[in-house]
């Protein structure tokens, strides 16, 4: 497994362009730009910098860097459970935390599937052993 530190520290290091240990709006900019975020302005990348400089030097050190990178990823994993419980909720019964073989049945005649409630049963009893598919199920089957 890779280490996130050091692969943080690699790109904070191929863009601290001035080896100052420290990255500037403007570098803070080029890395955006080429992990294929939106351009930013000038003024955002102050701004960004400035939300994430915790020493108020108006630079961004390796610290705040990996620290901003681990939040970010986060963030990403916390919007991805998010959409996997709504997508989960779509198939589990009202007042269910669970998906049954008729809940299945029921969202897979709503996408145009036509299954039958015994094929509901199978899928779901090839998954687990209980007859249902919790929340926690779920999201190992999808991720």
Same mark, same amino acid.
């Given at each position: 497994m890779i280490n996130c530190n050091n692969?943080?520290?690699?790109i904070f290091k191929r863009f601290d362009e001035d080896g100052d240990g420290k990255l500037s709006p403007s570098e803070l900019r080029r890395l955006m730009e080429t992990?294929? *975020? #939106?351009q930013l302005l000038m003024e955002e990348a102050r701004e960004l910098t400035e939300s994430m400089d915790s020493d108020g030097?108006?630079?961004l050190g390796l *610290? #705040?860097?990996?620290?901003?990178?681990e939040r970010e990823i986060r963030g990403d994993e916390e919007r991805k459970i998010e959409e996997l419980r709504e997508a989960f909720m779509m198939y589990a019964m009202e007042g269910s935390e669970c998906i049954t073989p008729k809940s299945l049945k029921r969202m897979l005649s709503r996408l145009g599937e036509s299954t039958s409630l015994e094929d509901c049963c199978v899928m779901i009893g090839e998954l687990n052993g209980d007859g249902v598919l919790s929340f926690?199920?779920?999201k190992l089957m999808m991720l």
């Open positions: 692969a943080y520290e690699r992990i294929g *975020e #939106e030097d108006g630079f *610290e #705040e860097f990996v620290g901003w990178m926690d199920e779920f």
